[in-house]
């Protein structure tokens, strides 16, 4: 029945209608929900496109090795791998760029430990169905007591995204959110955190809130240099909006401890929740496990 749906569309309307189930699949197979159901489906569309006469050699060879990779049963991941580059040939076959914020992290769906191949003559595959790793609200996470961020008007829900998944994964203990900043809840920021917003701790504050937090610091141009500043054993960073930086209250606030990220570049400029990065990892590394 999908089959005789798929072939009565053309161009790039085949191309994207077979990229969305192909994700569907995907996410299902990774999910333990109906995997069978779902390996079968992809198996179909591949072996559909690679024997179209529509299909481009390019698309032909990219649907073969996925059906192959399908019908032999292989490990999850290499199945997962082979359904992922076809879906994604799909896609910029369809003139379409995938965004950060449309991408799936699989690799928290599937832990660390390797997964059996999606036989379902395997008995031991039943002990799987049902089971997600993921960590969940609620669950207990590790983290450095008493590290924190401040968001102060980030107008980006991707940024927000991105610095909350950050921030989850150095061990940040909350993350504080300006009033006017974008809300986690957001779908590009929940999307963008891969996510890390289901169970990374966030409140919104104002600036008066922050020095019960003490000591605060500025990560902002014009400061004293990461590789340097003596970072202390607990606090809040703050970052600025993606256009002005942080306002002149947050400066005062933070007083003489204002940072900078050295940069040789023309345009000596970072992303907002890159800038992050680079200042925490050196924040923990100097202090924190130091």
């Known amino acids: 029945m999908i089959i005789q749906r798929i072939a009565k569309l053309h161009g790039r309307s085949r191309m994207r ?15 333990d929900k109906d995997w ?5 489906l992809a198996l179909v569309l591949s072996e559909f496109l690679a024997a179209d006469e529509e299909s481009e050699l390019g698309l032909k060879t990219a649907a073969g090795t996925c059906a192959a990779m399908l019908a032999a049963k292989n490990d999850l991941n290499q199945v997962l791998r082979s359904i992922n580059d076809l879906r994604h040939y799909l ?27 999606l036989d ?7 002990a799987h169905v049902g089971t997600d790793p993921r960590p969940r609200q609620g669950t207990t996470r590790s983290f450095y007591p008493g590290l924190r961020v401040f968001l102060e008007d980030i107008r980006s829900p991707f940024n927000v995204g991105s610095i909350l998944r950050t921030a989850e994964a150095l061990g940040f203990e909350e993350v504080l959110l300006s009033p006017l900043c974008a809300d986690p809840g957001h779908p590009r920021a929940a999307r963008s955190s891969m996510g890390a917003v289901e169970f990374m701790p966030w409140k919104r504050c104002e600036l008066a809130d922050l020095p019960s937090y003490e000591p605060i610091l500025a990560l902002e141009l014009g400061g004293e240099s990461i590789i340097d500043f003596a970072f202390p054993p607990r606090g809040v960073l703050l970052l600025g909006s993606e256009e002005l930086g942080l306002s002149q209250p947050a400066l005062e606030l933070a007083g003489s401890n204002r940072i900078s990220i050295p940069m040789k570049g023309i345009k000596a400029s970072l992303n907002v929740a890159v800038a992050f990065g680079i200042a925490a990892q050196a924040w923990i590394g100097s202090s924190v496990q130091g």
């Open 17 to 31: 209608k077979c990229a969305l189930l192909l994700e569907r699949a995907e996410l299902d197979i990774a999910e």
């Open 36 to 40: 069978e159901k779902a390996r079968n």
């Open 91 to 117: 896609v910029r076959l369809s003139g379409q760029a995938p965004a950060d914020w449309d991408l799936h992290d699989y690799r928290t769906r599937l832990g660390s430990e390797a997964r059996p191949a």
């Open 120 to 126: 379902a003559s395997q008995p031991e595959l039943e």
